[in-house]
């Protein structure tokens, strides 16, 4: 099967094409799995994580990519949750131990056993891949391929990081960075909490007018004072600046929930200048999002069909997968990126 790999771990300044394309054997489902010949996979900044060596692949050469569409194709031994032809999605969560209290209380994306799909298991920037039946979800039929990619990751991590919000209908929510992901929340927002106002800090202009198209009620640069204190921010940025700037914005009490699996160092400096009064005090929460659990892509998967959310993606042709990182990494982005296989 055609498949694109790692080889090695660089900056994508380093080397703007981390990725080959190669021919492998096409995977085998073990006990459990299932074949899935993929048909779209999102392009995640995980993946940018991955390639610089923040949270790097468990070998190399590795197959990364945990945003997958597809189609079953072979049933493993023991398989009992799908059926052939069935269209499934699979997101980062590739295993968990389905035993430990993490697991049994329904956050198996905190099971000290998790594996990561396209970083401790293959992912899907391939043409083929085996996955665990448990981890693979029926796709609502409303959705094409190319959207139903990105609801894998930055929608279903997006529902996570608005539940661990705690938001009141009618409390000010911020999103700090408009990618991705805060495409997604502002619309599940919107209908979640429809009294909320949605604040929006973002570098790009562009993104700015994208998320007021969207129904955000303000949006700012990711420095700017919101004209009201918000009781929650969620960030999604891979910087720590904007988390500084979220701080200073948030209410008595208020929350800012970090929805990044790693930060990126440039500007760590910026830790420094954290003041205790003006950004911790009066009781202010800082929450991480380890990414997500099997219910999170189930339920938001129903719940994204029933609103609808509308994914605004951009594709690519899976041979264009390096252009995508890049354009990814370079920040000027709107809605997700989707490779289509
Ligand atoms: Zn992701
Ligand atoms: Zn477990």
Redesign the pocket.
């Known amino acids: 099967m055609k498949a694109a790999v790692l080889e090695a771990v660089a900056t994508i300044r380093d080397n703007p094409r981390p990725l080959s394309f190669v021919e492998l054997p096409t995977p085998v489902p073990g006990p459990g799995q299932i074949l899935v010949r993929v048909s779209a996979c999102g392009v995640c900044h995980t993946e940018l994580d991955e390639i610089e060596g923040r949270t790097p692949p468990v070998c190399l050469p590795f197959i990364l990519g945990h945003q997958i569409v597809g189609v079953v194709e072979v049933l493993g031994p023991g398989t009992t949750r799908h059926r052939m032809g069935e269209r499934v999605g699979i997101g980062w969560i590739g295993w968990?131990?389905?035993?430990?209290s993490?697991?049994l209380s329904g956050d198996?994306n905190l099971?000290?056993?998790?594996r990561a799909t396209g970083r401790d298991l293959p992912g899907g920037y391939a043409r083929y891949v085996a996955v665990s039946e448990r981890f693979a979800f029926a796709i609502p039929e409303r959705f094409t391929d190319a959207q139903a990619a990105p609801l894998l990751c930055a929608g279903a991590i997006g529902w996570r990081s608005l539940r661990l919000a705690r938001l009141k209908d009618g409390d000010p929510l911020g999103l700090t960075g408009f990618g991705a992901s805060a495409h997604l929340v502002l619309q599940l927002a919107r209908y979640q909490y429809p009294s909320s106002k949605v604040f929006v800090f973002a570098r790009a202009a562009a993104q700015r007018h994208f998320a007021l198209s969207l129904g955000a009620d303000w949006a700012g640069d990711i420095d700017d004072s919101s004209p009201v204190k918000i009781a929650a921010v969620i960030d999604t940025t891979p910087a720590w600046r904007p988390l500084v700037a979220a701080l200073s914005n948030l209410a008595p009490g208020g929350r800012l929930v970090v929805n990044a699996i790693r930060k990126e160092d440039a500007d760590r400096g910026e830790l420094a200048r954290l003041d205790y009064a003006e950004h911790l005090w009066l009781e202010k929460e800082i929450k991480s999002v380890a990414n997500v659990a099997s219910r999170d892509i189930e339920e938001f998967l129903a719940l994204a069909a029933r609103i609808p959310i509308v994914p605004d993606v951009q594709e690519y042709s899976f041979a264009e997968a390096n252009r995508a990182l890049c354009e990814l990494k370079a920040g000027q982005n709107r809605g997700a990126k989707v490779l289509r296989m």
């Open positions: 968990a131990c389905g035993a430990c993490s697991c198996d099971c000290p056993d998790f």
